[in-house]
């Protein structure tokens, strides 16, 4: 029996984004445009990561850090590699990263029928600040959720 090939989680660079892109647009119905990750490639506050396996992009997570507070923009596992610990590695990751950089809290929001994104959030601590009425589609509340990282 071979052994599971490890993951890796290292930065995002500019070739990963064809595969980046397949796993959005799976993943979200309003996903985000080429030029967004561009931009997240470029901005010295952004720190966008690749979980690869076998050479493959399977995930990635798009953290901004700004001083004392840092958000994950965007956090996305490719559907054939969900529930396998890979959206942890990633939230280890940008955790880790977010208190290397100074940042005293860690914010996000998400839709409030992602069930499986709220439980990932709530498992590492994150809590409920705020719901913003009908931001998705001007229908569905965005909850709008952090975590003290000192
Ligand atoms: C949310 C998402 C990133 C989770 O990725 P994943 O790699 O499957 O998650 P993991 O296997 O690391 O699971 C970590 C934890 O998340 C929660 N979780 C993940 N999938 C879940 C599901 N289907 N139902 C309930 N909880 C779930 C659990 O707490 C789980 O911990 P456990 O395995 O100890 O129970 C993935 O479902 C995804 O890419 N969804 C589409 C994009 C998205 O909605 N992103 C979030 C936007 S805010």
């Known amino acids: 029996m071979s052994a599971p090939v490890a993951v890796i989680i290292r930065p995002m660079e500019r070739s990963d984004l064809d595969a980046v892109l397949a796993i959005e647009q799976d993943a979200y119905p309003n996903p985000w445009k080429l030029e967004h990750f561009i931009q997240e490639l470029h901005s010295p506050l952004a720190i966008p990561f690749v979980a690869v396996q076998d050479q493959t992009v399977i ?58 994104a709220i439980a990932l959030y709530e498992s590492y601590g994150f809590v409920r600040y705020f719901v913003r009425r009908g931001y998705y589609e001007g229908t569905e509340d965005a909850i709008l959720m952090e975590k003290t990282l000192l």
Do not use: H
């Open 59 to 116: 995930g990635y997570l798009c953290l901004m850090s700004l001083f004392e507070e840092a958000q994950i923009l965007n956090v996305a596992v490719a559907r054939l590699q969900r529930g396998k610990g890979i959206a942890r590695l990633l939230m280890d990751t940008a955790i880790r990263t977010a208190r290397e950089r100074g940042a005293e809290l860690l914010t996000l929001e998400v839709r409030e029928s992602n069930r499986a």
